[in-house]
């Protein structure tokens, strides 16, 4: 519900916010359900520069 005086960039933003911590654990969750050993199957063929959009907290990059 929007709160009074709010603007849509700021309810936006508090709706984000309140779901962020739970982020993680949704998308784990979805992933084993649906995904498992997609994210390894995919980076084993990735060659070259790879632009990956959306990536939310970076689960595929190289770094983790």
Sequence with gaps: MKRPGETPTERQRRIWDKSASGYDGQMDFVER???RGDREWLGER??????????GPG???PST
């Design 59 to 61: 689960a595929a990059s």
């Design 46 to 55: 990735a060659t070259g520069r790879v632009l990956e959009v959306a990536i």
């Design 33 to 35: 359900l649906l995904g």
